[in-house]
């Protein structure tokens, strides 16, 4: 049962555009969405996070939006550098009623290009 | 600061074996949560561990794994008997708050030979 789904395995996107990154979920008690980004080898690096109270939150080049009616988020990196190429997690939790473990999707691969 | 501290960075064990995996948090972090990646998937939540207790264990395999915060020291992720399908990266990571994001160590791979 995937309650967090990255239905994009992979993303090729050229240097300064838009990189988009999409993830659907399920459980309708997640509260709270959080995006990491890993390089081989490393653990995951926390990027941006956002509550279910909130459609929307910008960090630098990092914008994430919430459409709690659709059960959808994105990730938007703009413009992209090649130090982004990397494995990009989204990432659920229900806090209030669950606590905070962390329910995962399975990935998008971003590939930058110079 | 230092960040979250995993040890070792990589084991092997023959199958039999027991695994230990260590983990200390960030400075000031009592939230604890290790999780494992298999390969090509997402991680997955096994188990949410505060000083000397363990909050949520519901992702932890019944049997051959357990894990302790004791109150001194790091915490231990330990795998009895391990078998080919335990080879995974076990990542720890740690929080200050429950409720805040958690910041992951660089893992643990365990190789079962």
């Known amino acids: 049962d995937q309650q967090v789904k990255q239905n994009s395995p992979s993303l090729s996107v050229q240097e300064g555009r838009i990189s988009i990154l999409n993830c659907d979920y399920t459980?309708?008690?997640?509260?709270?969405f959080l995006w990491y980004k890993k390089y081989p080898a490393e653990g995951p690096t926390f990027l941006i996070s956002?509550?279910?109270?909130?459609d929307k939150n910008e960090d630098g080049r990092f914008t994430v939006f919430l459409n709690k009616s659709a059960k959808h988020l994105s990730l938007h990196i703009v413009p992209s550098q090649p130090g982004d190429s990397a494995v990009y997690f989204c990432?659920?939790?229900?806090?209030?009623?669950?606590?905070?473990?962390?329910?995962f999707g399975g990935g998008t691969r971003v590939l930058v290009k110079p | 600061n230092a960040g979250v501290m995993q040890n070792p960075r990589h084991l092997v064990r023959r199958r039999g074996q027991e695994a230990r995996l260590r983990c200390s948090p960030m400075?000031?972090?009592?939230?604890v949560y290790w999780y494992r990646q298999l390969p090509e998937e997402g991680l997955k939540f096994m188990v949410y561990?505060?000083?000397?207790?363990?909050?949520?264990e519901s992702g932890m395999p019944k049997e051959r794994f357990s894990a302790e915060f004791p109150k001194e020291g790091p915490s231990i992720l330990r795998i009895q008997q391990v078998v080919r399908g335990d080879s995974a990266a076990y990542f720890c990571?740690?929080?200050?708050?429950?409720?805040?994001?958690?910041?992951f160590g660089p893992g643990t791979r365990l190789t079962v030979t």
């Open positions: 561990l505060q000083k000397e207790n363990i909050i949520d």
């Open positions: 459980n309708s008690m997640f509260d709270y």
């Open positions: 956002i509550s279910s109270i909130k």
């Open positions: 990432a659920a939790s229900a806090v209030l009623s669950a606590g905070n473990k962390l329910t």
């Open positions: 400075k000031g972090h009592s939230h």
């Open positions: 990571a740690s929080s200050p708050e429950a409720v805040d994001e958690q910041y």
